[in-house]
């Protein structure tokens, strides 16, 4: 028998399913929600209904957005010629956030993980070898996690790219090994990204 009635039980569950919430903080979650004033709890339902009606991914680098193409992709004022290859969408944020890069981006949706059930057809691979071959792409920076799925991901997308007369680099100096992006700091992913070294394949 729940010690909590229906309602706000379903509210803990729904909670505790979200990324790095443990089921201690579900329920300070849910009983903050609980308190709220009821506009309040409608405003935030309304934020997440929204969010998620609106949002969808651009065409052109599959970051998430809420027109098409992107902001980034849609600048003009950006260097066309230079793709920086990431994970996900959080890891534009983390690299915007440096002020650093003026290129464009391409998000691939992950990393590739045999264990997980990952391959390469599940991600966006396939769309980034066609965008180097159809536009004026001089330079890939492979920017996926220091980590083995991240490595192992860069080096497989390192071959595919091989034919192909662009220069490709990888981000290495201020990223510690087995880190994700998202959780660097500015001047260590600034640093990053001005000491990226070429790859060889």
């Not at 992107?70 to 969408?89: A, G, H, L, W, Y």
């Not at 260590?188 to 394949?201: C, F, P, Q, Y």
Request: charged share 25%.
């Amino acid at each position: 028998m729940s010690v909590y009635s229906e309602p706000i039980a379903r509210l803990i569950n729904e909670l505790a399913k979200l990324p790095g919430i443990g089921r201690k903080t579900a329920q300070r979650l849910a009983y903050h929600i609980i308190t709220l004033d009821k506009s309040e709890a409608i405003q935030l339902s309304e934020a997440i209904v929204e969010a998620k009606s609106n949002v969808k991914y651009c065409s052109k680098c599959y970051n998430i957005t809420d027109t098409d193409p992107c902001s980034i992709c849609d600048n003009p004022k950006r260097e066309q010629e230079t793709i920086c290859v990431v994970q996900d969408s959080k890891d534009v944020i983390a690299i915007e956030r440096t002020r650093e890069y003026k290129g464009l981006y391409h998000v691939l949706g992950g990393a590739i993980s045999p264990m997980d059930g990952i391959g390469p057809d599940e991600l966006r691979i396939k769309e980034l070898i066609q965008r180097v071959g159809t536009e004026n792409v001089q330079e890939i920076i492979l920017a996926t996690n220091l980590n083995i799925e991240g490595e192992t991901t860069a080096m497989y997308i390192a071959r595919l790219l091989k034919p192909f007369p662009v220069k490709l680099t990888r981000i290495a100096k201020g990223i510690p090994a087995g880190a994700d992006l998202e959780y660097a700091d500015e001047l260590t992913l600034s640093n990053a990204l001005e000491g990226r070294k070429e790859i060889d394949v």
